[in-house]
């Protein structure tokens, strides 16, 4: 194998599956739960701001009962022991790569534990439900809304993002359905910048054939041996 030097890695709702957390797309998931145009869009927001807060504070609850798996924990191990440059992308907004020991992590998609406040749009750390109303700890206008993309906003860091996937040796992209983009078009990107890709998910994604390599299988077990491979060659 080539010297690896720059890795960026992706990851889904697939990776804190086996945490407990709820994918979306699967069978039983939460968009056969809730209608993704009522929870996951400013419109929907716009017309029953109840029903999002509440949406979001249940999924914020839910968080503090489960806890990192091996993937969470061997991604984090690859951060410190990778001789490297890494950037880890996820598109959760759980904190399960932070508590599983990530240092850095580039939440794409925003973070349950943030709030943005819609009156001063300063993002502030949140751990509380928002359903009541709370003030804006900067503004105390009673505005916040959780802080995390829908569909039709911009996700986070985006020029950071690309300016990695084109310098990038390796993209490996793990628990995602690929049905999501830009997310799902960063393979297509890494590769036509002359990166190797790496599919690491339960079942073939969206974008499989992208992809110069596909493992299948639970994250828990695929993640530590991939790690492993890359910090013992
Ligand atoms: C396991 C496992 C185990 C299970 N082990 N694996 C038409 C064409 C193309 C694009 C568009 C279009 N119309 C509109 C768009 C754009 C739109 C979009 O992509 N729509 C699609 C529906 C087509 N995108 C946007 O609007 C985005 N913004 C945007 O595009 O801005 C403009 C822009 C322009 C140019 C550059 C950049 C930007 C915003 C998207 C926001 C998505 N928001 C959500 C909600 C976030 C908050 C929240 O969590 O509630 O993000 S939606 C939801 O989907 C969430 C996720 O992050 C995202 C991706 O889901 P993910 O993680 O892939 O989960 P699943 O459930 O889909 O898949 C899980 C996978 O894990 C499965 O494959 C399982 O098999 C696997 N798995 N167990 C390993 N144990």
Same mark, same amino acid.
């Given at each position: 194998?080539?010297?690896?030097?720059?890795? $960026?890695?992706?990851?889904?709702?697939?990776?804190?599956?086996?945490?407990?957390?709820?994918?979306?797309?699967?069978?039983?998931?939460? %968009?056969?739960?809730? @209608?993704?145009?009522?929870?996951?869009?400013?419109?929907?927001?716009?017309?029953? /701001?109840?029903?999002?807060?509440?949406?979001?504070?249940?999924?914020?609850?839910?968080?503090? @009962?489960?806890?990192?798996?091996?993937?969470?924990?061997?991604?984090?191990?690859?951060?410190?022991?990778?001789?490297?440059?890494?950037?880890?992308?996820?598109?959760?907004?759980?904190?399960?790569?932070?508590?599983?020991?990530? @240092?850095?992590?580039?939440?794409?998609?925003?973070?349950? @534990?943030?709030?943005?406040?819609?009156?001063?749009?300063?993002?502030?750390? %949140?751990?509380?439900?928002?359903?009541?109303? /709370?003030?804006?700890? $900067?503004?105390?206008?009673?505005?916040?809304? /959780?802080?995390?993309? %829908?569909?039709?906003?911009?996700?986070?860091?985006?020029?950071?993002?690309?300016?990695?996937?084109?310098?990038?040796?390796?993209? $490996?992209?793990?628990?995602?359905?690929?049905?999501?983009?830009?997310?799902?078009?960063?393979?297509?990107?890494?590769?036509?910048?002359?990166?190797?890709?790496?599919?690491?998910?339960?079942?073939?994604?969206?974008?499989?054939?992208?992809?110069?390599?596909?493992?299948?299988? /639970?994250?828990?077990?695929? $993640?530590?041996?991939?790690?492993?491979?890359?910090?013992?060659?």
């Amino acid at each position: 194998m080539a010297q690896l030097e720059r890795i $960026v890695i992706l990851t889904g709702a697939g990776i804190s599956a086996e945490s407990g957390i709820d994918t979306f797309r699967s069978a039983g998931g939460l %968009w056969e739960q809730h @209608k993704v145009e009522d929870v996951a869009t400013p419109e929907g927001f716009m017309r029953d /701001p109840d029903l999002v807060l509440g949406f979001y504070d249940m999924r914020r609850e839910a968080l503090a @009962k489960v806890d990192p798996n091996p993937a969470h924990r061997a991604l984090a191990r690859l951060e410190s022991e990778f001789d490297g440059e890494l950037l880890l992308v996820t598109q959760n907004v759980d904190d399960l790569h932070e508590r599983g020991g990530a @240092k850095s992590v580039l939440h794409m998609h925003g973070e349950l @534990k943030s709030a943005l406040c819609t009156a001063c749009e300063v993002r502030s750390p %949140w751990d509380a439900p928002m359903g009541d109303r /709370p003030p804006c700890p $900067v503004c105390q206008a009673p505005s916040l809304r /959780p802080d995390v993309v %829908w569909f039709g906003e911009m996700p986070y860091q985006m020029e950071r993002i690309y300016a990695s996937l084109t310098r990038a040796d390796l993209f $490996v992209s793990i628990g995602t359905s690929g049905a999501v983009y830009p997310a799902a078009g960063f393979v297509q990107e890494a590769r036509m910048a002359g990166a190797r890709t790496l599919e690491l998910n339960l079942e073939p994604s969206e974008g499989t054939h992208f992809f110069h390599e596909a493992r299948h299988g /639970p994250a828990g077990e695929l $993640v530590p041996a991939w790690v492993e491979e890359v910090l013992g060659s």
